[in-house]
């Protein structure tokens, strides 16, 4: 499938759950909140984030893959700071777009492909990347990184959520995972956090509060519910053998 069917199809996905009331209310019920979330972002995580980053209204920020840029809103809200969020989600990106219009002063919704952005160099002072580094979305860590550092001011800094998978305990390592690897490759130096056994715990969460609401997903959505179910019973097996880490990197460029 080519870069544009996929972002259509993620977009139209997206926006249906935008719109399912049902899964509001599981959001509500996992995170404490509903944006419409699909990430393993907790509010310890969400927390950790802005900590570290300290944005203010002189950051312009890139967030990539942002889908329906509730997230990329809420962190543009509490820091004022510029935000300018990317997905290849067409429908998802239209919606942001359109639900933030009167901030767009401060939020900027585009259409766009990790693999294939293009910026001015400097343009940003903070990229964020949550959940949206996986093979899934991009083709090469080692040449997103090396578009973005140019894309970063000389003081400019990152801030990932990623969740490493191998069968190779070595691999799991802070320092070893893909991501350090195009990160040192790219001579950048970075902190980590360990959020594994957030995951975890919302991965329990998700399984949980989804079977409680089983009767509503019912209705007119049990495709979703057993896609979360599906979902989420996979990377918890992965977490319990071993075989996943996530972590929060913090770059800073100088």
Not at 2 to 30: N, Y
Not at 35 to 50: G, I, K, V
Not at 193 to 201: A, G, K, P, R, S
Request: glycine content about 4%; aromatic content about 10%.
């Amino acid at each position: 499938m080519s870069p544009e069917s996929k972002g259509k199809e993620m977009g139209k996905f997206l926006v249906s759950l935008d719109d399912s009331a049902v899964f509001s209310l599981f959001c509500t019920k996992v995170y404490g909140r509903d944006l419409t979330q699909m990430n393993r972002m907790d509010e310890p995580q969400f927390d950790r984030l802005l900590v570290q980053l300290r944005l203010t209204e002189n950051d312009h920020v890139l967030d990539l893959g942002c889908g329906l840029g509730k997230i990329t809103e809420n962190i543009s809200d509490i820091t004022q700071s510029n935000i300018t969020g990317v997905d290849f989600a067409t429908d998802a990106i239209i919606r942001a777009q359109n639900r933030t219009k009167r901030k767009i002063n401060r939020l900027n919704f585009t259409e766009a492909d990790i693999n294939d952005l293009s910026f001015p160099l400097e343009s940003f002072s903070c990229v964020i990347a949550i959940d949206s580094l996986y093979g899934d979305f991009i083709d090469d860590l080692h040449t997103v990184f090396c578009k973005l550092v140019k894309f970063l001011k000389p003081d400019g800094q990152m801030g990932i959520f990623h969740t490493e998978y191998s069968l190779e305990r070595d691999d799991l390592h802070p320092q070893m995972t893909a991501v350090a690897l195009a990160l040192k490759n790219q001579g950048l130096k970075f902190k980590t956090w360990d959020y594994t056994e957030n995951e975890l715990l919302l991965l329990e969460k998700k399984i949980s509060v989804a079977k409680e609401l089983e009767p509503k997903f019912k209705s007119n959505q049990y495709n979703l519910y057993e896609r979360i179910i599906k979902h989420s019973e996979k990377l918890l097996l992965r977490i319990i053998k071993g075989e996943s880490r996530r972590y929060f990197y913090h770059i800073k460029l100088h």
